[in-house]
């Protein structure tokens, strides 16, 4: 069983490099552009800037050596441009070599910090538009909350990355070679042997228990993302919380995946402990190893007392960027994994792409005709099993059926969420695989049954259906949606936000937002997926007015519920179980009396008994 679990072990850290390795040369790109030669001439220079920096920083202890030397009248072996300089002109030059070290590195930031900042730009902009081209398929099933915390940590671990692994691991790699070279020709081959031990202890020590921390660390990001989740879910369904007054059941179970996460932060903080502890045993004892040295040396009259402080001063030099490298490689580490994670989503593939060269839609008339559609979600459950349907341009036909029946599919298809599976959906003789998805939507507007706006003014949400429309054009749709003079009486106008999802306003008020949309959209095809059947009655039936003015002279496909709002329709397609099983019209179906008369006289009885309960009971004297 040991040999098992070593072999998966030493499987899993090869895998481990291995995804470390493609996501440091996925970043590469990034920092070296084939097209964009100011980036790497930035990084040129930077990198000479941060080599000026180390040499003057490896240099700068042989001045305070000097100047000891100098004040203890033991600086006879130094060379005369030292001597020259005197103690307090060495100590100044101490000072002006500290101070070159720190302005040369402060300029490697000032050179760096465009590409890094051009770099979290584009990787960020690839992520959005990468998430915007996913399926309808993926965005079900992925949790929102879990999404924005992957594209954040991994933003910021391309940031970390590039400034620390550029600026961090490779100087501090040239910075302790160059000490231990310094040490072997100054004072002997058993001063760099101590260095080198002690860094080499050191090194694989931090990254040996670092390996370890990230393990924990990926569980408690996990445990993180559950929780961002679950807040993010239940303050989104804000008003369900309160009409089931869930608020101590979303708490406790938002506590249950902060009771996980607090675990694993405990061991975290442990496990960093223990990593400080071993860190400094390690330096310290080389440390004292280096300074016992030096100190017989002196001792012996081998050294004098100003090698025995550079001697001080290199080793704490290199104690402090070896500290630094705990932190990094840790960072580094789990920058990496939040990048991986970031990188996994990037390569995702997207269900629904356009042909290479495929032209933009042309509509002529606005025809939309299915042809023995098959479609399923799950290969397992077939949804459309062969649906053929024609929408003569300008002509309005209704969907209808009960819930499972494919009416809603039927819409996606069209709007080419997805696929279909078998057969073909054509606008005007064009297969919706053969055009563009960019020109297919510019061509199809949609008013769902619950509009949903974003966290914005009106004004914003109804420019939504063309950015590019004057103030005088936004108000001509809101006129026709019969929301103007609503949106007056507000108290900032057409300013006014509506808060997330637009839940400031009615249910009423958000339809007539969005139908004011998609007017000014004004497309030659429009989808309205039973736009009206979550409101009450009276609401109902001004915003049906409004969308039958709205669908004079385009093709209306309606999916709907309520029968009443679709009985001058064209055409009504019934679908039962993803197959038309009865079309026509409105009277046709009812002398035909099969499911849609069956369905017609349900409701109608339905509205009867609701209207009878509504009157007012009579009052007797």
């Given at each position: 069983m040991r040999r098992i679990t070593g072999t998966a072990t030493s499987a899993d850290a090869a895998h481990g490099d291995a995804a470390a390795m493609n996501t440091i040369r996925r970043v590469i790109p990034y920092l070296w552009p084939a097209d964009a030669f100011w980036v790497r001439r930035r990084v040129v220079l930077a990198m000479l800037a941060l080599i000026v920096a180390k040499i003057i920083s490896v240099s700068t202890p042989y001045f305070y050596k000097v100047a000891v030397d100098q004040l203890a009248g033991e600086g006879n072996a130094d060379p005369a441009t030292f001597l020259m300089l005197g103690a307090v002109g060495l100590t100044i030059a101490y000072g002006m070599a500290r101070l070159s070290a720190v302005g040369f590195g402060e300029l490697r930031d000032a050179i760096f910090v465009r590409v890094g900042q051009r770099a979290l730009r584009k990787l960020a902009l690839e992520t959005f538009t990468h998430i915007h081209r996913l399926s309808m398929r993926y965005h079900i099933a992925r949790k929102t909350g879990g999404l924005s915390r992957i594209i954040e940590r991994g933003v910021k671990g391309v940031d970390f990355l590039l400034r620390f692994m550029l600026f961090s691991i490779g100087p501090l790699i040239l910075e302790l070679s160059m000490v231990a070279i310094l040490f072997a020709l100054l004072f002997g081959w058993q001063y760099m042997v101590v260095v080198v031990v002690t860094i080499t202890l050191y090194v694989t020590f931090t990254f040996k228990v670092t390996e370890w921390r990230v393990r924990i660390r990926r569980q408690m990001n996990d445990q993180d993302t559950d929780a961002n989740q679950k807040a993010i879910d239940s303050l989104l369904n804000f008003e369900t919380v309160k009409y089931f007054g869930a608020e101590a059941r979303e708490a406790e179970r938002y506590d249950g995946a902060m009771k996980q996460y607090e675990v694993a932060a405990i061991k975290t903080g442990q496990s960093l402990s223990f990593l400080n502890f071993g860190q400094s045993l390690i330096i310290t004892s080389g440390l004292v190893a280096v300074m016992v040295m030096a100190a017989m040396g002196v001792q012996q009259g081998i050294l004098t007392v100003g090698d025995f402080v550079m001697v001080n001063a290199y080793m704490i030099q290199i104690t402090m960027p070896l500290n630094f490298l705990g932190t990094v490689y840790r960072e580094i580490r789990q920058a990496l994994v939040d990048m991986g994670e970031m990188f996994?989503?990037?390569?995702?593939?997207?269900?629904?792409?356009?042909?290479?060269?495929?032209?933009?839609?042309?509509?002529?008339?606005?025809e939309v005709r299915f042809e023995d559609v098959k479609f399923a979600y799950d290969p397992q459950r077939q949804i459309l099993k062969g649906v053929s349907l024609t929408v003569g341009p300008g002509k309005r036909v209704a969907l209808v059926g009960p819930s499972g029946s494919g009416k809603s599919t039927i819409g996606r298809l069209l709007f080419r969420f997805y696929d279909v599976t078998g057969g073909a959906v054509k606008i005007d003789g064009q297969d919706l695989r053969d055009i563009t998805q960019d020109s297919l939507h510019a061509q199809i507007g949609v008013v769902p049954q619950d509009t949903v706006l974003f966290n914005d003014s009106v004004l914003?949400?109804?420019?939504?259906?063309?950015?590019s429309a004057t103030r005088a054009e936004i108000e001509a749709a809101a006129k026709a949606a019969r929301i103007h003079d609503f949106i007056l009486s507000l108290p900032q106008g057409y300013e006014t936000p509506v808060g997330?999802?637009?839940?400031?306003?009615?249910?009423?008020e958000k339809q007539r937002v969005g139908i004011a949309r998609t007017l000014l959209k004004n497309p030659p095809i429009l989808l309205l997926d039973e736009a009206t059947s979550a409101l009450d009655t009276q609401t109902e039936r001004d915003i049906q007015e409004s969308l039958r003015e709205m669908g004079e002279g385009r093709t209306v496909i309606t999916i709907a519920h309520r029968l009443s709002t679709i009985s001058d329709a064209d055409e009504i397609i019934v679908l039962e179980a993803g197959e038309i099983v009865e079309q026509g019209k409105h009277e046709t179906l009812l002398q035909n009396k099969g499911r849609y008369a069956a369905m017609w006289a349900r409701q109608s009885s339905e509205e009867e008994a609701h209207q009878k309960a509504a009157k007012p009971s009579a009052s007797f004297g």
């Open positions: 996994h989503l990037l390569g995702q593939p997207a269900e629904v792409v356009d042909k290479p060269s495929a032209p933009d839609i042309a509509i002529k008339g606005g914003y949400n109804i420019a939504y259906g063309r950015p997330e999802r637009g839940l400031k306003l009615s249910g009423g």
